[in-house]
């Protein structure tokens, strides 16, 4: 089996979930920044990290998404602020999902990464801060080991 690791990030943390994948993946395995990913055709698994930007995917990621070919095995990997598994975070993954042609999802994980302190000073700043900025100081320190083992599990099992 042909794997493709993709992901994008901006500060680290998605790329720490990518970097794992890339380690717990058997097999002939590529990983590639969103930015110089080729087409997935050619490959079996795609794995494809984004992190989380106005509650959905980053827009590199969601454009990838939506060039995936259909009938692939896809495996879904994100980080955000706001808490893991809160509605915040499962809505953007099913949101991921949905640019999708009829793929077959072998698994998802997401986990909280630590926001850059500007942009937390920004959104606090605005006349509506969003919802996700409570969950920001337990962010802190994510992804942490506890997060990357769960992960290797995951990918382990697939
Ligand atoms: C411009 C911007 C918008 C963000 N919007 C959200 C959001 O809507 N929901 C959320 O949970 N986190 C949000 N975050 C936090 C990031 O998704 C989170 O810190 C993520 O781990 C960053 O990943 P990276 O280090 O791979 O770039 C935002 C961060 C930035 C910079």
Known sequence: MKSLIVYSSQT??????ADVCHDTLTGDTDIYHVNEAPEPDSYDLIAVGFWLQ????????MD???????????FLFA?????????????????????????TIVGTFSCQGEANPKILEKAKGKPQPP???????QAVGHPD????????QMIKNI
């Open 12 to 17: 680290g943390n998605t790329k720490k979930l």
């Open 54 to 61: 106005q509650g959905k995917p980053d827009p590199l990621s």
């Open 64 to 74: 990838y998404l939506s060039r995936i070919p259909k009938g692939k095995k896809i």
């Open 79 to 103: 980080t955000h602020a706001a808490a893991k598994g809160s509605d915040h975070a499962t809505q953007a993954m099913d949101y991921a999902v949905t640019l999708l042609k009829e793929p």
């Open 131 to 137: 919802a996700w900025l409570k969950d920001a100081p």
């Open 145 to 152: 080991t506890a997060d990357m083992n769960a992960l290797k």
